[in-house]
């Protein structure tokens, strides 16, 4: 069956007069299916930068690195089974990644791994198609990776064509063919950008824990201050509190946790809203103690901190993955 990738690629050949199948054998990165895994020809990519965009693709379906290393690791995810039956019953998905350089050029293989653990016993309770579903959901984001090139150009004629690399534009080639065939262009699915990729790579635990822990730390400071405005800081610095436990919680346990685009939106709204608010609350304490130099400067030193986090969360929730972002890293 044909991925939603695949399927938008040959509606596209065929509205440009292009024959479907041969598109996609020519987009394709070659593979072969060997009885309990998968071999990828990726030909001439460096094996380092084509670990990046693996390890990035397993932890964007919710894996983490078990064992080894991204070049030659296990990645493992748990979940719960769908089914009324088996509700409370864990699948344990394991996958053995593994590449090399054999002639100059560089192969992937991804295996099942089916000795002892879970993931033997999910077979035999919740069959084949469990695992080979799982298993397609990341070979149909590596059936098309190829970093160097943005696309093709067609001859919808003779089926003659270019290879249009990153820094280049279709532009930049012939319309036509020597055949007098029409060159189409059918440009390539869009990869993470680079720097997000190594960025996500690159990022250590603890940078995941800046956020929540500068909310607990505002909260904290705005529950100290009650008696300067017992109303605001009752709603606020306890429920900034309570929502900066939780979110430091769900950070500790999973860096790699992936919430939908518009949960994670609503996250760093309500962070920037009670960044915002706490920042306003200690602001309003650092006007009213007049007769406190200490509790001035320490008071404006939490503002800056709020606003700073604040002003943070609302670049999160304009441009989420957007790896620039020092205050948070991308989930």
């Known amino acids: ?54 390890d990035y693709i397993f932890r964007k379906q919710g894996y983490s690195l078990d064992k080894g290393t991204q070049i030659d690791g296990i990645y493992v995810k748990t979940r719960f089974g769908d089914s009324l039956a088996y509700k409370r019953l864990p699948i344990e998905y394991r996958y053995k990644v593994e590449m090399c350089l054999n002639e100059g050029k560089t192969y992937l293989k991804i295996s099942r ?43 919808n004629k003779c089926g003659a064509y270019y290879e249009v690399h990153k820094e280049e534009s279709p532009k930049d080639f012939p319309d036509k063919c020597e055949c007098d065939g029409t060159f189409e262009y059918i440009a390539l699915p869009d990869l993470p950008d680079e720097r997000l990729v190594e960025r996500k790579r690159t990022a250590s635990p603890t940078e995941y824990l800046r956020a929540p822990m500068a909310l607990i730390v505002v909260s904290s400071a705005c529950i100290g201050s009650m008696g300067y405005n017992q109303s605001i800081v009752a709603t606020s610095g306890m429920f900034g509190l309570g929502f900066g436990m939780v979110l430091l919680l769900i950070r500790d346990k999973s860096q790699e946790l992936v919430f939908s685009m518009i949960s994670r939106c609503l996250i ?8 915002f608010v706490e920042g306003g609350v200690l602001f309003n304490v650092w006007i009213q103690a007049n007769n406190s130099v200490i509790l001035m400067i320490i008071s404006l030193i939490f503002v800056f901190i709020a606003v700073i986090f604040g002003l943070g969360m609302i670049f999160k929730m304009i441009s989420p993955d957007n790896p620039r972002n020092f205050l948070d890293p991308p989930l």
């Not at 596209?12 to 990165?29: F, I, S, T, Y």
């Not at 879970?118 to 959901?137: F, Q």
């Open 113 to 155: 791994m089916l000795q002892g653990g879970l993931m033997s016993a999910d077979k035999t309770i919740y069959g084949e198609n469990y695992l080979n579903s799982e298993l397609n959901k990341i070979v149909d984001q590596l059936e098309f990776l190829k970093p160097s090139i943005k696309g093709y150009l067609i001859c």
């Open 1 to 54: 069956m044909a991925s939603n990738i695949e399927t938008k690629i040959m509606l596209e050949a065929k509205r440009k007069g292009l024959d479907p199948d041969e598109v996609l054998q020519l987009m394709m990165v070659p593979f072969e299916w060997t009885g309990n895994s998968y071999l990828f020809n990726f030909d001439s990519i460096p094996i380092e930068e084509l670990s990046n965009y693996i």
């Open 268 to 275: 760093y709204l309500l962070s920037a809203v009670l960044f």
